[in-house]
C-alpha cells in the first residue's frame, strides 16, 4: 500500500519557523520527484517546491523563495520542507506528493501520482 504521510504542522507566530517531514512506503521513493503544495484556506491548491529524485535539483515558488528549503533523504523515504520567516498568508494545509515527473516538469498541482493527507500550518495574522 502506497502512503505518504506528513509531520510537523501546528500553530506558530509570524517569523517563526516550522519544519515539516514527508515519510514514504509502498513504493520506489528515489525514483520519484517529490513536491510540496499547499491549500490556503478559501483558495485552490498551490505549488510551493519540488526536489528531484536524488535531490539535486530544487525549485521554489516566488511566494516562498529565500524562505522555505526542501531537502530528502532517500535512505530515509524522508522529504523535509524548512519553514522560516512564515507569514500569515502561508496560513494552509500542507501536502507532500510524488511524481514520476523529471522534477522542473512537476512544478504545479496536477502531475502527482501520489499524494499525502496534509498537516495543518497556521500563522496568526
Known amino acids: 500500500e502506497v502512503q505518504l504521510v506528513e509531520f510537523g504542522g501546528g500553530l506558530v507566530q509570524p517569523g517563526g519557523s516550522l519544519r515539516l517531514s514527508c515519510t514514504a512506503s509502498?513504493?520506489?521513493?528515489?525514483?520519484?520527484?517529490m513536491s510540496w503544495v499547499r491549500q490556503v484556506p478559501g483558495k485552490g491548491l498551490e505549488w510551493v517546491s519540488v526536489i528531484s529524485y536524488t535531490g539535486g535539483s530544487t525549485y521554489y515558488a516566488e511566494f516562498v523563495k529565500g524562505r522555505f528549503t526542501v531537502s530528502r533523504e532517500n535512505a530515509n523515504n524522508t522529504m523535509y520542507l524548512q519553514m522560516n520567516g512564515l507569514k500569515s498568508e502561508d496560513t494552509a494545509v500542507y501536502y507532500c506528493?510524488?511524481?514520476?515527473?523529471?522534477?522542473?516538469?512537476?512544478?504545479?498541482?496536477?502531475?502527482?501520482?501520489?499524494w499525502g493527507q496534509g498537516t495543518q500550518v497556521t500563522v496568526p495574522a
Open positions: 506528493a510524488a511524481s514520476r515527473r523529471p522534477a522542473a516538469q512537476a512544478m504545479g498541482v496536477e502531475e502527482y501520482d501520489y
Open positions: 509502498g513504493f520506489s521513493f528515489d525514483d520519484y520527484a
